[in-house]
């Protein structure tokens, strides 16, 4: 369905934000003249930060890009021509051939994160492409990548406590997280908590904005959150106030953590965190004694080089104290796991004619761009803004200056990036579009269908990657598939049960639709980990080299320039 007319329309926040919140967009003349929050949304019930709700400014600005672009100057120095879109495909599939057949088509390769967060957008038809052309894959670290992989190691997948249950907690503890700023609807469900005299403690290297709302506010020092929660262990056992029957059924190596974590004594704690041993008792007893206890994990403290293990090692906090069998007990780190669709339909990795193409890390970018051996020589970037965003900036302008490198940028904006690109290709927003959205924090689907039309030239991420497709000469029919049906596909996942009941019917009647949660009252038993249960020891990081219980190790100081 498009939305031609004007009126008052139900869309969604396409921002990478665990919110996701419903909007509704007031249309008039065309235009966009005001976006609110939707009170409808059972979730985040009509609240919006202030940036979306200047939404419309961005949609409608000047400077957007209407036309594609061919550059005419140097690199970076914004000189550029426009083109038609005839050209500017014929022009990419023409270049992308001729580095697949000089080069192999691992020397091109896709740049993108998540600048809208829609299935669809950005895997959907874009990874489709890159796997049929047998591109070089990109290892998308940028953001929660550690984070989640030590997680994982603990809980298997991607999902941990219902946002709504967390009014129910009597203790909050959000570690690393900026949530006032970044999960503005978690905190309205904490102020429901404290309001029946629940207390929120902060554990962050600064007083942030969650810091000055929280009843306490722990400071520490970069990176020695591993040896906090090693800590909080230590007293835990110590003080018997670990759930033992829980260890015993939920968790493997509960007897191993307990004679590792003796090393990790207050005194010592102290001297890590920069925590007094006092408050490292005293948080210890809080965390014991809550009856309801739950931990948000922020992404702040994955972001050093012992993120992975620091997420790692928080998540077996409430194995030992056996809180997620309270309504509202546990943690969240990420709850994308939940509303997971299916990937394979939608990528099509069976159309991959290299199944063994190498990864290249985002974070890397820089050293990437400087290989000389299997150089990367061709890229497209969208729904990202490297120049900007990703580590070790100068290196990588530097990698994207190069003359020999060719570039495309698809974007709302001239970004950073896109001044270093051959060929710039005008996106639309997502209020031009057809998508569908999970959240990864609440548990609600959600369809986004357009508002407006497209200004100018602009195409969708999809319609790109259709044209691009089949200007290549791949398989006609995986790139002429319409956004519906693919959304149809996306949502056809038998192996994830949550998205039971979730259709493209129910979502076009109803916008959001609730994920099927009765898989989630055997939680426990069906953890997805190797053994089953929640792995305070992983046999699985043994294997990988890494130390299997959570273990503390120091950042290093600096930086070194090669290190992962
Ligand atoms: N307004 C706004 N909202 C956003 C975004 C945005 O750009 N603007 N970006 C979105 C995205 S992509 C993301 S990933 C999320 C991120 O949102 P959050 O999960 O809140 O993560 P950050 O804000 O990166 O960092 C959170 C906190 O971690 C702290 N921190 C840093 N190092 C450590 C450490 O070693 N230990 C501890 N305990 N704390 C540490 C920082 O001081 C910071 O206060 O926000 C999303 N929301
Ligand atoms: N120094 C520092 N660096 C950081 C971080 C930090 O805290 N500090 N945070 C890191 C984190 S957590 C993240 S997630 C990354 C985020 O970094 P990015 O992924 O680069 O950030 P975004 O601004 O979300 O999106 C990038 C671009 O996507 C474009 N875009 C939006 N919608 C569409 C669309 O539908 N199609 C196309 N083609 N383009 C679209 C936007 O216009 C924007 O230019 O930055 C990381 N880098
Ligand atoms: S809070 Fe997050 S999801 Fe909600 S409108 Fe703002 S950016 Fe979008
Ligand atoms: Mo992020």
Redesign the pocket.
């Known amino acids: 369905m498009s939305y031609s007319g004007d009126g008052v329309f139900q869309a969604v926040c396409?921002?990478?934000c665990p919110d996701t919140c419903g909007l509704l967009v007031h249309k008039q003349n065309g235009k966009i003249i005001k976006v609110e929050g939707n009170p409808g949304h059972p979730v985040t019930k009509g609240a919006i930060c202030n940036k979306v709700r200047h939404m419309a400014e961005r949609v409608h600005h000047p400077e957007r890009l209407l036309q594609p672009l061919r550059r005419t100057g140097p690199k970076g120095s914004g000189s550029f021509t426009p083109i038609s879109w005839e050209e500017a495909i014929g022009e990419i599939s023409g270049r992308f051939k001729e580095l697949s057949a000089a080069h192999g088509p691992e020397s091109i390769l896709p740049y993108s994160?998540?600048?809208?967060m829609?299935v669809l957008?950005v895997d959907g038809m874009d990874r489709r492409f890159f796997n049929a052309l047998g591109a070089s894959r990109l290892e998308q670290s940028?953001?929660?990548a550690a984070g989640s992989a030590g997680w994982k190691y603990t809980m298997g997948f991607n999902g941990g406590t219902s946002p709504e249950d967390t009014v129910n907690a009597d203790l909050i503890i959000v570690w690393g997280g900026n949530i006032v700023s970044t999960n503005m609807h978690q905190v309205v469900y904490a102020e429901q908590a404290r309001k029946r005299g629940a207390k929120v403690v902060v554990i962050d290297v600064h007083r942030n904005r969650t810091a000055q709302w929280a009843d306490w506010f722990l400071p520490l020092y970069p990176g020695t959150d591993t040896a906090l929660a090693l800590g909080l262990m230590h007293i835990l056992f110590r003080d018997g106030m670990t759930d033992n029957a829980f260890l015993k059924r939920y968790t493997t190596g509960h007897e191993e953590l307990r004679g590792h974590v003796l090393a990790y004594p207050p005194e010592r704690v102290a001297e890590i965190t920069g925590i007094a041993a006092a408050d490292i008792e005293k948080l210890a007893k809080l965390y014991g004694e809550a009856k309801v206890s739950h931990i948000h994990i922020g992404?702040g403290l994955q972001?050093h080089d012992n993120g992975g293990m620091n997420v790692r090692t928080i998540a077996c906090l409430p194995a030992l104290t056996g809180a997620w069998l309270k309504t509202g007990g546990g943690a969240i780190k990420s709850n994308g796991g939940y509303s997971s669709t299916n990937d394979r339909a939608l990528t099509r990795p069976d159309l991959r004619p290299n199944r063994r193409a190498r990864t290249i890390n985002m974070n890397r970018i820089g050293e990437a761009l400087e290989l000389k051996e299997e150089p990367v020589m061709g890229m497209f970037v969208?729904?990202?803004?490297?120049v900007?965003?990703?580590?070790d900036a100068e290196r990588v302008r530097k990698g994207f200056a190069r003359e020999d490198l060719f570039t495309v940028v698809?974007?709302?904006?001239m970004?950073d990036?896109a001044l270093y690109a051959d060929i710039v290709?005008p996106?639309?927003?997502?209020l031009e579009?057809v998508d569908l959205y999970g959240s990864y924090w609440h548990h609600y689907m959600q369809l986004q269908e357009p508002v407006l039309d497209a200004p100018g030239e602009c195409k969708?991420?999809m319609e790109?990657f259709s044209l691009l497709g089949r200007a290549m000469g791949f398989d006609a029919e995986a790139f002429s598939e319409s956004e519906y049906d693919m959304i149809r596909k996306a949502l056809d996942y038998p192996r994830n049960p949550y998205l039971n009941g979730v259709t493209l019917e129910r979502l076009t009647a109803e916008r959001f639709v609730k994920l099927d949660m009765s898989p989630q009252a055997d939680y426990l038993d069906n953890l997805p980990t190797p053994s089953g249960k929640i792995e305070l020891y992983s046999k699985a990081m043994e294997l990988a080299g890494l130390p299997p219980l959570p273990t503390y190790t120091p950042l290093k100081e600096g930086y070194d320039g090669e290190r992962q």
């Open positions: 396409p921002l990478d994160f998540y600048g809208n829609g957008s940028i953001c929660s992404n972001h969208y729904c990202c803004n490297p900007v965003v990703a580590p698809h974007d709302l904006f970004t990036t290709l996106a639309t927003s997502t579009n969708s991420n790109v």
